[in-house]
């Protein structure tokens, strides 16, 4: 099976149910790896497929960027150093992180330069929950939308996402033969 160089992932809403510069108040500890609590016992974990996610990824040779408008990058890193994935935390699993206010575009373009491969737009897919991010597909990434904040990303949006993406890749080689 054919996957994408990189997959992009957006935090809040897409690998955990909160805005972390909104609804989490330092300081943050570990209730166990995969439980962290805030200031007034707040409890944040990731959403439940987000481990085997990561794993499938990894296991395929796809680099993980995540990419954050949060105007809370130390809260966010804090959370990804302290909630493990895969018995490891999670930090420890991203190939690259992105901030910034600006557009995803922008993002997803400033995680490329970092790998010393060249790597295609059309290469990549961002997972997020907010349909203005959509621009991506503008300038040739493929776009996931998580729909519900309830159930966050998970294995359906994946697999939906990557079956997506290898049919439009098979056209794009096939044009390019
Ligand atoms: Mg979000």
């Given at each position: 099976m054919e996957y994408p160089k990189v997959v992009v992932f957006d935090l809040d809403?897409?690998?955990?149910?909160?805005?972390c510069d909104t609804h989490i108040s330092p300081p943050l500890r570990s209730k166990s790896t995969d439980v962290v609590v805030d200031k007034y016992g707040y409890e944040l974990s990731f959403y439940k497929d987000v481990g085997d996610i990561f794993q499938d990824l990894q296991a395929n040779g796809v680099l993980i960027v995540s990419a954050s408008r949060t105007c809370a990058p130390a809260v966010a890193k804090k959370l990804l150093k302290l909630l493990h994935l895969n018995g490891e935390p999670?930090?420890?699993?991203?190939d690259h992180m992105e901030w910034g206010t600006h557009s995803k575009k922008k993002h997803i373009a400033r995680a490329l330069e970092q790998f010393e491969e060249d790597i295609k737009f059309e290469d990549v897919i961002l997972f997020d929950d907010e349909v203005r991010n959509k621009d991506v597909e503008s300038i040739g990434c493929l776009f996931a939308h998580i729909s519900n904040e309830k159930v966050g990303l998970n294995k359906i949006i994946y697999e939906r996402a990557l079956g997506e993406w290898r049919k439009k890749n098979k056209k794009r080689t096939k044009k390019s033969n």
């Open positions: 809403y897409t690998l955990w149910p909160c805005w999670a930090i420890n699993h991203l």
